[in-house]
């Protein structure tokens, strides 16, 4: 018997190019532990207390696990020494090393929060491959408030300038007050009254739901995916509102735009019968892998239960740190591994229906909604290789 290391489909995932589907920028900027440590939390919006460490979580360890040998460093090292041999290179030498590592060909970036992080073409020259943007809807609808009166225009023509170069959207409506309630298009009239109301408050933080159900479709009509934040976030998202059944009627109107439902956790098996219930409904797990770690192969084998594979997408998520870019990827492919291993040496699966689902999963699904070639056929960059 071949051992699951040996495997033709062992092989297969360590070396398949992945499209990593929703990404953010890599830090362009020095910082200190403390960020650092910050950045292993997803959920905390304060730094952590000075008793705790980020690097006493499932990613944390997974940074020592996965991450060591990028640097030069045993598995599971310590992590003031990992730590310290870290601070010996800046973030742009950093991000040279990480991102190449995760062997992803095509990043799909969301601008729209980008401070202290790198930009588009810094992103893909630190990487060596292509970088996409994907438009945040609630950044274009502050950029119509600032724009001039006729904020349903300058939406319109804002959004369509900035999506003609780009290959999708995204919403946080998760943050802005959840999925419940009515999603329905509000008319024109209403559109008018709370752009007004929104200017008299100064702009603050958009959570008012009549602009927030604008810009969602005002993105139907463009075509192109639109990814909804989903579940697990920051403590600022009200995590019982963000169960993706909520959008259960806007799904129902939403035509035969793509919707990608983006990370899932702890939702992943409602967001599967989702992808199921509707041609136009898709699932991914990123952030979610990152954070669950050694607990990852468990998440990818449930959004596997119900979810079509055609249906299914790979992301990172990455944002700052450029190891999470890199672990999201590394974590995937073990995990995905462990899971169809499992599936194979059952019976249940063949290693070829194994193998043309890791290359659904990893790229073709995401080529084909957002228009893509499939992927450079080169794979990942072997640790400090």
């Known amino acids: 018997m071949i051992s699951a290391a040996k495997s033709d489909l062992s092989q297969h995932i360590r070396q398949v190019a992945l499209i990593d589907q929703h990404v953010h920028g890599c830090w362009s900027t020095a910082g200190d532990r403390r960020r650092f440590e910050n950045a292993l939390n997803e959920a905390n919006t ?15 360890f997974a940074v020592r696990n996965h991450c060591a040998a990028v640097l030069g460093l045993p598995r599971h090292v310590d992590a003031q020494d990992y730590w310290e041999r870290r601070n010996q290179f800046n973030e742009t030498e950093l991000a040279r090393l990480f991102l190449p590592a995760a062997g992803v060909s095509n990043w799909l970036v969301d601008t729209g929060f980008a401070e202290g992080v790198t930009d588009l073409a810094e992103f893909s020259a630190l990487s060596g491959r292509r970088a996409y943007e994907v438009v945040r809807l609630e950044q274009v609808a ?16 804002i959004l369509n300038r900035r999506a003609a170069g780009a290959v999708g959207t995204k919403s946080i409506l ?16 209403e559109v008018r009254a709370a752009a007004q109301r929104w200017r008299d408050q100064g702009g603050v933080r958009l959570c008012d739901r009549v602009l927030l159900r604008f810009g969602l479709y005002q993105a139907l009509r463009l075509g192109k995916p639109l990814q909804f934040h989903v579940g697990f976030g920051d403590r600022d998202c ?29 939702y992943e098996r409602e967001a599967g019968y989702l992808a199921q219930a509707f041609n136009n409904v898709y699932v991914d797990g990123g952030l979610s892998v990152n954070h669950l770690a050694a607990r990852a192969p468990a998440f990818i084998a449930r959004l596997l239960e119900l979810a079509p594979f055609r249906k299914i997408l790979y992301s990172s998520d990455g944002f700052g740190p450029a190891e ?57 960059i072997s640790p400090g290789g």
């Open 324 to 380: 999470l870019h890199f672990l999201g990827a590394a974590l995937w492919r073990s995990g995905i591994d462990r899971v169809l291993h499992g599936f194979v040496e059952a019976g249940d699966w063949t290693e070829m229906d194994a193998i043309r689902v890791v290359d659904l999963v990893a790229h073709h699904n995401a080529a084909r909604i957002y228009r893509l070639a499939s992927g450079d056929p080169r794979g990942p």
């Open 174 to 189: 998760a943050y802005r007050g959840g999925f419940e309630g009515d999603l329905s298009e509000p008319s024109a009239s």
């Open 46 to 60: 304060q730094p952590l207390a000075d008793f705790d460490s980020g690097f006493d979580t499932q990613l944390g």
């Open 142 to 157: 502050e950029q119509a408030a600032r724009a001039g009166d006729d904020y349903a225009s300058a939406f319109e023509e």
């Open 238 to 266: 009200d995590l019982h509102k963000t169960n993706p059944l909520h959008l259960l009627d806007f799904l129902r109107n939403s035509g035969q735009t793509p919707i990608v439902l983006l990370h899932c956790y702890p």
